[in-house]
């Protein structure tokens, strides 16, 4: 086996930024958090490169061993430059070089990339996918996407953009999205959406079984509807299957298109996975080929809430990947 060295990732939320410290078989060794709530990065960034520096001395590494660090960063930003654009979530962090920054303040090479991407080199590297060629990682979550890998490679688009498969058109007369289409998987199976849609259309029904759980409309989500269909409410099930229904059939256009030979589900599918699963694995049949879907294996990540801690460090990894200097843990 190859002599392990240590990366740090870096998880840039809007309340939250994790730093984690991991070795290149995937082992989380420490991790940490800094407040990111509305504040400035000028005063956020030195606080992150404290804490990655105090990370490695307290596990005793040294920073001359440090081989990389890797930013799991929100949208918008620029790939080509490592630049953190305006994210809606951080409105103090305008057209910031977060990856530029961290290299010069940890004198090591820094990589930079989506979320979503992150995801699926994690799910990839040490979770789900490993050992598979071809795969993708959906979050299902208040928002709907996904990371893309063909041949062991990270798939980013011309534009970086690919992956936005919760824009995938379901129902072309269907509720409009905030990206401006209609109709599409996430307008239609985000929780966030179908939050929404339950708080205005269960306004007036404050006997019902989701309502009662809630107790206001405003406090009605994905956790509510879930708890009513383990009571086998009959309004809850309607509209978790009418879910299901969609979830299948965007999968099943998702394993005909890339061919994959792992589908990894995220935070649904791992929160809920005893009444999302099967159901999911009944209906897909309908909307794949048998000899596509026969070759796809379709499970819930097995990161877990781990994902989050490990991304970072998982796009330095590919970086060096990418590099010729690692090797994928096969």
Same mark, same amino acid.
């Given at each position: 086996?190859?002599? !392990?060295?240590?990366? *740090?990732?870096?998880? /840039? +939320?809007?309340?939250? @930024? =994790?730093?984690?410290? $991991? ?112 795969? !993708?990682?959906?979050? *299902?979550?208040?928002? /709907? +996407?996904?990371?893309? @890998? =063909?041949?062991?490679? $990270? ?176």
């Amino acid at each position: 086996m190859a002599d !392990l060295f240590p990366v *740090l990732g870096f998880d /840039i +939320g809007g309340t939250k @930024i =994790a730093v984690s410290l $991991l070795l290149s078989d995937g082992s989380l060794i420490a991790s940490s958090r800094v407040s990111n709530h509305n504040r400035a990065p000028e005063d956020v960034l030195p606080e992150i490169v404290a804490a990655a520096k105090k990370l490695l001395a307290d596990t005793g590494y040294s920073q001359d061993s440090l081989k990389a660090v890797g930013i799991c960063a929100p949208s918008p930003f620029d790939f080509e430059k490592g630049v953190i654009l305006n994210p809606v979530n951080m409105p103090e962090w305008r057209n910031v070089p977060i990856r530029e920054y961290l290299a010069d303040a940890l004198h090591t090479r820094a990589f930079f990339d989506n979320d979503a991407n992150a995801s699926v080199l994690a799910e990839w590297l040490f979770g789900a996918g490993v050992g598979a060629k071809n795969m !993708l990682y959906i979050a *299902l979550s208040t928002g /709907i +996407g996904s990371g893309i @890998i =063909a041949n062991e490679h $990270l798939v980013r688009g011309e534009t970086c953009d690919a992956g936005e498969v919760g824009h995938m058109i379901l129902e072309p007369d269907g509720p409009l999205c905030q990206c401006g289409l209609r109709g599409c998987w996430e307008s239609l199976c985000g929780g966030r959406a179908i939050a929404r849609r339950l708080q205005k259309e269960l306004a007036e029904y404050p006997d019902c079984r989701i309502m009662q759980l809630a107790g206001t409309p405003g406090k009605i989500d994905m956790k509510i509807l879930a708890a009513a269909v383990r009571e086998d409410d009959p309004m809850a099930c309607a509209v978790w299957d009418e879910m299901m229904e969609r979830d299948a059939r965007a999968i099943g256009m998702l394993i005909n298109i890339f061919n994959p030979q792992v589908i990894a589900l995220g935070t649904i599918a791992i929160e809920c996975e005893s009444i999302f699963m099967p159901l999911l694995h009944e209906r897909i049949r309908k909307y794949a080929w048998k000899k596509t879907a026969s070759v796809c294996t379709v499970t819930p990540g097995k990161l877990g809430h781990k994902l989050g801690e490990i991304s970072g460090g998982a796009i330095a990894l590919y970086g060096l990947y990418e590099n010729g200097e690692w090797e994928l843990p096969r």
